[in-house]
């Protein structure tokens, strides 16, 4: 199993509600990453895991926050966002933080906040 | 401020021809690898480069890393429909933990 997987493929809330989105992976890989991509710009980074321990976060307000359960599973869970959170959320994966093993990414989630 | 500027933001180009994309580093790159993404999708891993002087292809894509490892280009032989979306490139430094990304470039590819 090479990949990414992120669940759910798209989702839809309220500013009010509490959801969260899930990355699994199955490689092996103890370092984590979660990724926020506006329209028409790059991913930026939020969030590195490393071995189950947040490792960096980049600034991200706290009605993001991260989980990280066990080696396989990264977790995202998000409350009281605002409008313009709507965005790509990506996780990827790493065998460390330390190079060079090179990132695999996952398809996203679509979030849109209404 | 923007680590890794990439160019052109834009490229349209005819079937069959040749493009360039490039990416630069403010500082000396500890790994640059290249992404292509179609729109909403997730990353495609294209290539990841190293060591200075690197070059690497896969079908019609090559990639090469600078001597004084800030720079990177990809270029693209005979281009096809399937080559649009959008190229990114992404970095990691000495003593950093995270891959950055440059602005990408948005590729379209007509008949």
């Known amino acids: 199993d090479t990949e990414v997987t992120q669940t759910p493929k798209h989702l839809v809330m309220g500013m009010t509600n509490k959801k969260s989105l899930k990355c699994e992976q199955h490689m092996g890989h103890r370092a984590m990453y979660w990724y926020k991509q506006k329209a028409k710009k790059p991913p930026e980074l939020m969030f590195v895991y490393s071995y189950e321990k947040l490792s960096i976060n980049e600034s991200v307000p706290s009605r993001f926050s991260p989980e990280c359960p066990n080696s396989s599973l990264l977790n995202l869970h998000l409350h009281a966002l605002q409008p313009e959170d709507s965005a790509l959320y990506l996780c990827a994966s790493s065998q460390e933080v330390a190079r060079p093993y090179g990132y695999t990414f996952g398809s996203g989630t679509r979030l849109t906040v209404v | 401020s923007q680590e890794l500027e990439q160019s052109p933001q834009s490229l349209i180009v005819q079937e069959g021809k040749n493009l360039t994309i490039n990416c630069t580093s403010s500082k000396t790159l500890y790994g640059l690898y290249w992404y292509k993404q179609k729109y909403g999708e997730g990353l495609i891993f294209l290539m990841m480069l190293q060591k200075g002087g690197e070059e690497k292809s896969h079908e019609k894509i090559t990639a090469k890393l600078d001597e004084k490892k800030q720079q990177s280009s990809l270029h693209i032989t005979a281009s096809q429909p399937s080559h649009a979306g959008i190229y990114l490139c992404?970095?990691?430094?000495?003593?950093?933990?995270?891959?950055?990304f440059g602005t990408g470039t948005r590729l379209q590819v007509f008949p």
């Open positions: 992404g970095a990691d430094w000495y003593n950093t933990d995270k891959l950055i």
